[in-house]
């Protein structure tokens, strides 16, 4: 069998190939496990906007030029560099290069059409999505309470504390690493149904918000809170 796992963007590519109507899902995958997952592209731009997460966007602006710069070297007469060095936002990247290059009309075309938002409740193979209260990156649409209750096969944890793709126990293992092999443990011996409690998640079926214990309280303090 085999469990799907994904992280931030990674994870939102896993759980919109499992939600879509046309695609059929292998009947090896058993489950999938999904982390930090701006799962509503929209918003989640238009948090990374905001000046306080402007280092955030720094960073992922300039690995997003250089393959734009990558690009136009290989395709000079498709991808025009002209003025990239200008811009500042998803939105304007998007609008300029991501959209038009894959027949959106829009920035806000690509994201409402291509989040995985739209096809949680459509996935029937057992799912978990965490995402932590204070990630710096995730809209209040990225975290989908109504739809983690519709749907038997969806369980959402929002820890208080984690970040983006932090979860960071001091002095022990990654606390992602070991809370995910034991997830995986207990999904792969199971094709439908509830995950498993154990260890440090807490699995609810059906599903509903819950905080994690005192390990999380005790890492990632000092994250950058979401609004």
């Known amino acids: 069998s085999i469990v799907l796992v994904g992280f931030s963007m990674g994870g939102h590519q896993t759980l919109k190939c499992l939600g879509e109507r046309d695609r059929t899902i292998p009947s090896q995958v058993s489950a999938a496990v999904a982390v930090s997952v701006p799962c509503d592209m929209e918003g989640a731009a238009e948090v990374l906007s905001l000046p306080s997460r402007a280092p955030y966007m720094a960073y992922f602006l300039r690995t997003l030029r250089r393959k734009v710069e990558e690009k136009h070297s290989r395709f000079p007469d498709r991808i025009d560099i002209d003025g990239l060095d200008r811009i500042r936002t998803f939105s304007e990247f998007d609008d300029r290069y991501t959209a038009p290059l894959h027949g959106f009309d829009s920035a806000r075309h690509y994201w409402r059409e291509s989040g995985c938002l739209r096809f949680l409740e459509h996935i029937d193979v057992p799912f978990l999505l965490i995402n932590?209260?204070?990630?710096?990156?995730?809209?209040p649409d990225c975290y989908p309470n109504r739809i983690a209750e519709a749907n038997a096969a969806m369980t959402l944890e929002m820890?208080?504390?984690?970040?983006h793709v932090g979860f960071?126990?001091?002095?022990?293992?990654?606390?992602?690493?070991?809370?995910?092999?034991?997830?995986?443990r207990a999904?792969?011996?199971q094709r439908k149904g509830p995950f498993?409690?154990?260890?440090?998640?807490?699995?609810?079926?059906?599903?509903?918000?819950?905080?994690?214990r005192s390990c999380c309280r005790k890492s990632c303090r000092g994250i950058h809170s979401a609004p």
């Not at 820890?159 to 970040?163: E, F, L, T």
């Not at 126990?169 to 809370?179: A, E, I, M, N, V």
């Not at 498993?196 to 994690?212: S, T, V």
Request: proline share 12%; no cysteine; charged share 20%.
């Open 196 to 212: 498993l409690r154990k260890g440090l998640f807490f699995y609810a079926h059906p599903p509903r918000q819950r905080a994690f």
């Open 168 to 184: 960071v126990t001091p002095g022990q293992d990654l606390y992602l690493s070991s809370g995910t092999e034991r997830v995986l």
């Open 187 to 189: 999904a792969a011996n």
């Open 132 to 139: 932590a209260s204070d990630d710096p990156f995730l809209s």
């Open 159 to 163: 820890p208080p504390w984690g970040g």
